[in-house]
Each structure stands twice: as structure tokens, then as C-alpha cells.
């Protein structure tokens, strides 16, 4: 079995910066995309972003030039860093871990529990 751990939320004032770690654990091979979501209270989840085991990355444009996705593909972690954050920014975020290949030659996409940022004065 596969876990997502996210860690690095919290509270943090307009203009502050974040980093935002998710670590996959478990028997794994490989990981293809890892991402980050986003859900806000009463809104849909909404995709933050993208970066490919190649380490090609793609951002919703609200985030662009805001927020910076990496990963490590060695010790299986995600990382998002969030700069210049804005009260919009507020929500749970959620790390995504897609087309997981383990030991036993299956393939699933895994889904962390969430960790909540909240951008406030």
C-alpha cells in the first residue's frame, strides 16, 4: 500500500511564503505525475500544479510566478513553494501521486489527506 504524508501548512500573512512538503512511502517503483490540488471552502477542487517525473512542470495561472513545484524523485517527495501568498490562497491542499507502479506491477494514483493553508492578517 501507498501514503501521501503532506506536511508544511499552516497560517501565514498576506505577502508570506510557504512550503509545502508530500512524501510517498510504501513499495514503490515508480511515480509518473505528481501535482498539487487545491480546495477552497465551498468551491470545487481545483488543480495547482503539475510536475512530471522528468521534472516538466505546468501552474494554474493564478499561482504563475507565485508558486514553484519540484520533486525528488530519489526519496519520492513533492515539494510546493508559495510566495507572495493572498488571502485567495486559502485552502486545503492536497498532493497527488498518479500512475504509482509498485513491487507487485500495479498501477494506481494515490491521493494525500490534505493540509490546510489559510492566508490572513
Known amino acids: 500500500q501507498v501514503q501521501l504524508v503532506e506536511s508544511g501548512g499552516g497560517l501565514v500573512q498576506p505577502g508570506g511564503s510557504l512550503r509545502l512538503s508530500c512524501a510517498a512511502s510504501?513499495?514503490?517503483?515508480?511515480?509518473?505525475?505528481m501535482a498539487w490540488y487545491r480546495q477552497a471552502p465551498g468551491k470545487e477542487r481545483e488543480l495547482v500544479a503539475t510536475i512530471t517525473s522528468r521534472g516538466s512542470t505546468n501552474y494554474a495561472d493564478s499561482v504563475k510566478g507565485r508558486f514553484t513545484i519540484s520533486r525528488d524523485n530519489a526519496k519520492n517527495t513533492v515539494y510546493l513553494q508559495m510566495n507572495s501568498l493572498k488571502p485567495e490562497d486559502t485552502a486545503v491542499y492536497y498532493c497527488y501521486a498518479g500512475s504509482v507502479l509498485t513491487y507487485d506491477w500495479r498501477t494506481k494514483d494515490y491521493w494525500g489527506q490534505g493540509t490546510q493553508v489559510t492566508v490572513s492578517s
Open positions: 510504501g513499495s514503490i517503483f515508480s511515480i509518473n505525475a
